[in-house]
Structure formats: structure tokens, C-alpha cells
């Protein structure tokens, strides 16, 4: 690894972080063993957080809501579930899916479902890539359903338009754990910016949507 590459989201156990006190941004790995079930509460204790849009039959922005804590009841955007991994990811995964709560499903609504985790670019960044290391696996992808991963940059000084969008496409994800990654370059214009990891869904009229996650 380069030396001024910074590994902000690693895979636990596959790859070295240089110094925490090198770093501007928090490193984060997480393989989600240690969250009981049920457990409520822990994707918003671990600093996860949704967000989600819904969009017209004809894909124009109708509304967005949130940002809320992730939930963690199997209903809306994201639950930790059991029994789904292999040797490698043991017995606890993210699931990640669109929000059902929304009853604009039923009108062939795109609802758009963001779960993420978010800090700050400084200066110290710049220069630096940003690398987002995970494992996946098809859940329940129906219908026109879509689902990635991302790493996003969102510009608070400009209405928060979003100025990096750099994602892996999982819509077609195979049903045995693969391995998967993306990274983002840091120059100065992004210093003061928000950025935000995480994983995206698209659905309408109650399709399937899940993809599993693990060893972030």
C-alpha cells in the first residue's frame, strides 16, 4: 500500500491501516458478530443512519425524509440478521432493502432507501484516497429493483449537492459472498464536504430489494 493512501472503511482482517494518528478520518471495520438479536438499537449506536427519497411513477423527486437512526426491526431500510454468512462472515450480516413503511409503494413510488455512515473532509485528507472494502451477496433483488454500494462527497456550502458519486452495482449480485471494493480520491475542493459510505436501494410497489453485507 502507498504511503499516503488512507484506508478509511477496511474489511476487518484483510488489510493494514497505516497510524490512527496519521489519519484526519476515522478508520471504521465492523463484521457485526458482536450485535445481539434482537438488538434494536445497534446500527444507530455503531453510527449507522438512513435516509431515503421517493420519486413519481415517471422518476421526478417528489419528497425526501429523514435523516433518521438506521432501524433495526425488519420493517424499514436495514436490519442485522443471523444465519446468513459463510466461513468468513460468521453468523451476523447487515441486511440493507427499501423502506416498506412507505405506502407509496402502492402508488408505484421509487422509493429510494440511503444507509450510510457520514464525517467530515479536512484538510489533512487531501491527497489521501479513501478505500471502502466489503463483502455482499444477493438477498431478494425483484422486479425493477435496483442496489449499490457508494461512496458519496455532499457540499453543505451549495445547497448539499453531491459532488463524488462512486459506486458498485450489487442490483445483480450473486447469491455466494463476494468479495468487493471502491475508493475515492481527495483534492482540496472537497475540504469542508460531508462523506458519506453505504449502500442504496431502489424500489416501487413492494418489490424485493436485499442485499446482505458483512466485514466492512
Known amino acids: 500500500m502507498q504511503s499516503q493512501a488512507k484506508v478509511v472503511f477496511a474489511a476487518a482482517l484483510l488489510i493494514c491501516l497505516?497510524?490512527?494518528s496519521a489519519l484526519a478520518i476515522t478508520?471504521?471495520?465492523?463484521?457485526?458478530?458482536?450485535?445481539?438479536?434482537?438488538?434494536?438499537?445497534?446500527?444507530?449506536?455503531?453510527?449507522?443512519?438512513?435516509?431515503?427519497?421517493a420519486f413519481t411513477p415517471t422518476g421526478v423527486w417528489a419528497y425526501g425524509y429523514?435523516?433518521?437512526?438506521?432501524?433495526?426491526d425488519g420493517a424499514a431500510f436495514c436490519a442485522i440478521v443471523d444465519?446468513?454468512?459463510g466461513d468468513d462472515q460468521g453468523t451476523r450480516q447487515l441486511s440493507v432493502y427499501s423502506d416498506y413503511e412507505n405506502t407509496?409503494?402502492?402508488?408505484?413510488?421509487?422509493?429510494?432507501?440511503?444507509?450510510?455512515?457520514?464525517?467530515?473532509?479536512?484538510?489533512?485528507?487531501?491527497g489521501d484516497t479513501w478505500v471502502f472494502d466489503f463483502n455482499a451477496k444477493m438477498g431478494n433483488v425483484e422486479g425493477a429493483s435496483t442496489a449499490a454500494a457508494f461512496i458519496k462527497t455532499i457540499d453543505p456550502s451549495s445547497n448539499y449537492d453531491m459532488t463524488n458519486f462512486v459506486t458498485a452495482d450489487m442490483t445483480t449480485a450473486p447469491d455466494i459472498w463476494q468479495g468487493y471494493s471502491i475508493s475515492?480520491?481527495?483534492?482540496?475542493?472537497?475540504?469542508?464536504?460531508?462523506i458519506q459510505f453505504g449502500f442504496i436501494n431502489t424500489a416501487t410497489n413492494y418489490?424485493?430489494?436485499?442485499?446482505?453485507?458483512?466485514?466492512?
Open 18 to 20: 497505516i497510524p490512527v
Open 27 to 53: 478508520p471504521y471495520s465492523q463484521d457485526f458478530e458482536t450485535f445481539d438479536l434482537p438488538s434494536e438499537g445497534a446500527l444507530l449506536g455503531d453510527g449507522w443512519v438512513v435516509y431515503a427519497s
Open 66 to 72: 429523514g435523516t433518521f437512526a438506521a432501524p433495526n
Open 83 to 85: 444465519d446468513q454468512g
Open 104 to 126: 407509496d409503494h402502492a402508488n408505484l413510488f421509487l422509493i429510494e432507501s440511503n444507509v450510510f455512515q457520514e464525517q467530515t473532509v479536512t484538510v489533512d485528507d487531501v
Open 184 to 194: 475515492l480520491e481527495i483534492d482540496a475542493g472537497l475540504v469542508g464536504q460531508l
Open 207 to 216: 418489490e424485493g430489494s436485499g442485499i446482505y453485507y458483512d466485514n466492512l
